[in-house]
C-alpha cells in the first residue's frame, strides 16, 4: 500500500518512519483512492480543498473520511458525488451544524 499525506507540522522524515511519504494537497486529490480528513486548521476555511470543483478532481470510486470537525467537507457536493457514483462512498463523524438537520443530505 502507498501511503500519501499532507501535514504543513511534520518533516518527510518523520512521516517516513511511518511509511508516508508527503505531498501536496493537490496530488492527494488527484491519487487518492481513500482520504482521511482527521486534523486540519481552523486559521483557513477547510473546504478549500474539498469543495465541488476538487471532488470532481477526485478519482472514480474513492472513499472519503471526515472526522476532522464539522465543514471540512462542502457536504452537499459530496452527496451529489454520491448520488453520480463518483465517489465510492463517505463515512463523516461529524457535520457542519449539529445535530444534523433532518434535511441533511445524509
Do not use: W
Amino acid at each position: 500500500m502507498n501511503v500519501i499525506g499532507s501535514d504543513p507540522f511534520v518533516t518527510a522524515e518523520q512521516a517516513a518512519l511511518h511509511g508516508i511519504t508527503l505531498t501536496d494537497i493537490e496530488t492527494i486529490i488527484e491519487q487518492a483512492d481513500v482520504i482521511n480528513r482527521s486534523r486540519c486548521r481552523s486559521t483557513r476555511p477547510p473546504r478549500a480543498s474539498s469543495n465541488a470543483e476538487n471532488i470532481a478532481k477526485l478519482k472514480p470510486g474513492v472513499m472519503l473520511i471526515n472526522v476532522a470537525r464539522g465543514g471540512v467537507y462542502d457536504e452537499a457536493a459530496v452527496a451529489q458525488a454520491l448520488t453520480d457514483g463518483k465517489i465510492a462512498g463517505a463515512a463523516f463523524d461529524v457535520y457542519e451544524n449539529e445535530p444534523p438537520a433532518a434535511d441533511n443530505p445524509f
